[in-house]
């Protein structure tokens, strides 16, 4: 196995862990749903749903970590990046990354799993409303949602790397992304004629490919 398949292993797993993670949007949702018809149709408001309802925030927005990395998906001022060559953008990446992430994601192990530690030794409940659910389970995921981004920041570094040796960057596994929704209902919409529907998928990807230009390498579609 080369470098380029052990990293896009790693995408692999970070991407799995991030659909996995977005399951739990389909029971945030049913517990909100749940607790608006007990509190205003039922008028029988019910306590737990709402430390439950930040906990499964709280889980996806954790796992989800790893998984937007993966994707180059966090939010970065790249008005002057997008124009910079790849071995320099590489560079500032690398730098970055030492300064700040590993430090970062360090603390946030580190601080994680001691603040879990206590909180099963102790049994911690929520404080938040009467007989709060236990949250134990739930500050578990810190350390492991900071483990899963570590693991995909070291092959964000291994790419900086492989950019700076090549002057290319690497390749990553793509998923499916916005635009490519919007090209599959163009594709398949009977109000238009073959040409127009065509002239549009083009632009709209235009519009994304140049709004989304950044240097990052080609992409391996899931």
Not at 17 to 42: D, S
Not at 70 to 80: E, M
Not at 88 to 95: N, P
Request: net charge neutral; glycine share 8%; hydrophobic share 50%.
């Amino acid at each position: 196995m080369d470098v380029q398949q052990f990293l896009i292993r790693i995408d692999a797993i970070s991407v799995w862990v991030g659909k996995a993670a977005a399951w739990l949007i389909i029971g945030l949702m049913t517990l909100v749903c749940i607790e608006v018809f007990k509190r205003y149709i039922m008028n029988m408001p019910t306590a737990w749903i709402f430390d439950v309802s930040n906990m499964f925030y709280g889980t996806l927005f954790m796992l989800a970590g790893a998984y937007a990395l993966a994707q180059n998906a966090h939010v970065r001022g790249d008005f002057l990046y997008s124009s910079l060559r790849p071995r320099i953008q590489a560079t500032l990446d690398l730098l970055l990354y030492i300064l700040f992430f590993l430090p970062g994601v360090a603390a946030l192990i580190y601080a994680g799993y001691h603040y879990a530690g206590l909180s099963w030794r102790i049994g911690e409940h929520s404080t938040v409303t009467a007989e709060g659910p236990p949250i134990y389970y739930f500050k578990t995921v810190i350390p492991v949602a900071g483990v899963l981004v570590l693991i995909q920041g070291l092959a964000e570094i291994a790419r900086c790397i492989l950019c700076l040796r090549t002057g290319e960057w690497p390749r990553r596994l793509k998923d499916v992304e916005d635009i490519d929704v919007v090209a599959e209902q163009l594709a398949h919409s009977e109000h238009i004629d073959a040409q127009t529907r065509e002239a549009a998928i083009q632009r709209a990807q235009d519009i994304d490919r140049a709004a989304r230009q950044r240097g990052r390498g080609g992409d391996i579609e899931t």
